[in-house]
């Protein structure tokens, strides 16, 4: 086994990122973030730096790890759920609560068709949803 300890803080599950500001505070010996791989993934190099600086008190904020949503993505959204590519909110919570009604695997025991057209049509209810609210609070 090998160990990488830099003061009292062990390193060894650290990337490279994370080592090489680690240098620049070589009697660190506070809280290592609680997850290194998205520490390394995710954070800039400035969020790192600002996390050991202030010893683990100042963290990034979380970040929304979905992928962002294409104009394609939407218009699929949309068709699932039967709807014009300008409808409302209100329009799109119509529709979803009528089709999950309609599809719902509660509803339709048997159908391997009804239960992948439930998650098809809550996946695009929840994606609209996510765009059309961020759109009205902007």
């Not at 070589?26 to 800039?44: F, R």
């Not at 992928?67 to 959204?77: D, F, G, I, L, Y």
Request: with cysteine; aromatic share 14%.
């Amino acid at each position: 086994w090998l160990f990488f300890f830099f003061g009292s803080v062990d390193i060894s599950l650290a990337g490279p990122r994370v080592r090489k500001v680690l240098q620049q505070f070589p009697s660190y010996s506070g809280e290592m973030p609680s997850d290194l791989q998205q520490a390394e993934d995710l954070w800039t190099d400035a969020e790192i730096h600002n996390f050991f600086f202030s010893s683990g008190f100042i963290k990034p904020k979380t970040r929304d790890s979905r992928p962002k949503v294409t104009q394609a993505m939407k218009e699929e959204c949309y068709a699932a759920l039967g709807l014009p590519h300008d409808a409302k909110l209100s329009n799109v919570r119509q529709a979803y609560r009528k089709l999950a009604l309609q599809f719902h695997p509660d509803k339709n025991c048997d159908s391997r068709h009804s239960t992948l057209r439930f998650q098809q049509i809550t996946e695009a209810y929840f994606t609209l949803c996510r765009v059309l609210e961020a759109a009205s609070s902007t």
